[in-house]
């Protein structure tokens, strides 16, 4: 009977220990480490091997998936905030507006938006408003769309047809031909009694022969839209402003520097020319700086905006007119900074060359 009694305590103890076992199993299942670990064994394993997530841990899962998508809500509508601040739009009168460059039309105020089209140099369109991020926001074909600021502008922009076609038309202006741009202009070769010219603006209040300001605008554009920015000092002087500047140089050498009058004057005209003898009285020369510079000496050559017209002058017609190493021909100091129009036509050649111009114009048999 003892051995019975002692058989049954002991298998009821068995049973016990057995039930606290699969208690604490039940309970690992359940601790957060394990289900941690079910959650990565699920996302590592095939098809076949994928166990089910226990109930709790699949309210973790969602939870924590809740929490990202709320975090995600939240940098979404912090990026949305940036974004409107970033192209906010002022709005502004109606104004007509042209295009200088061809110029993609588009959804949003950005090169990342979808083009919907794109304006031709010179076409008008009416600018409604202005984005912060430069951009002009434009009423196109009765919708509203954007296009860069960089490429629009209040003046009227004729193209290069129109302005070639308006030119030849006048038969009694002084210059009527590409060769007609080859006029030199010196010390030695005045300009005529009866020149005349009609002139333009090319930046600010400086103005410049009609057809040569018209080249020197597209030169400035373009150079903007790489980056340079081209400062205009001086361009068309007339010729009674000219005899001024000179006189007054003259003065000031003789005044400070205690030069005889004929000391005073070869001192000054090597670098003004005399009334008449001058490029800018031609409106055919521009002095080109840098924007926040206006030091025009040799140190120009060692700008960006120097090495920007070394390769692209001659493509607006513009050559650098007073060479180093030239002085004792072109009868001026080397100025980096003097350009001068003589055509499209004849620029690149003229700059190839290695000439100045009045070498050029005797290599081709010029005579005035």
Known sequence: MKRFLSATVAAVMLLTLVACSNEVRDEEVVSGDVTTEAIVTEATTSEEEITTVPEEATDDVSDMNASDDEETAED?????????????????????????????????????????????????????????????????????????????????????????????????????????????????????DDYKIETDYVQGSYEMEKTAAYYCKLMIEAAAADGINLKVLSAYRTVAYQQKLFDRNVQSRMDDDGMTYEEAYADTAVNIAPAGGSEHNAGLAVDIITENDWDTYTAFEDTEEFAWLQEHAAEYGFIMRYASGKEDITGFIYEPWHYRYVGVKYAADIQASGLCLEEYLESIGYTD
């Open 76 to 192: 979404e509508s912090e990026n949305e905030s940036t974004i409107t601040v970033l192209f906010e739009v002022t709005e502004m009168e109606a104004t007509t507006m042209y295009a200088t460059d061809p110029l993609n039309v588009r959804e949003g105020p950005d090169a990342l938006y979808e083009a919907l089209g794109q304006l031709a140099v010179g076409d008008a369109v009416t600018v409604t408003g202005e984005t912060s991020n430069g951009w002009y926001q434009i009423d196109y074909n009765g919708t509203t769309a954007y296009v860069s600021g960089d490429y629009l502008r209040e003046e009227e922009v004729i193209t290069e047809d129109e302005y070639t076609e308006a030119v030849e038309s006048d038969d009694e202006y002084y210059f009527q031909t590409d060769e007609d741009y080859l006029i030199l202009v010196n010390k030695t070769h005045l300009l005529p």
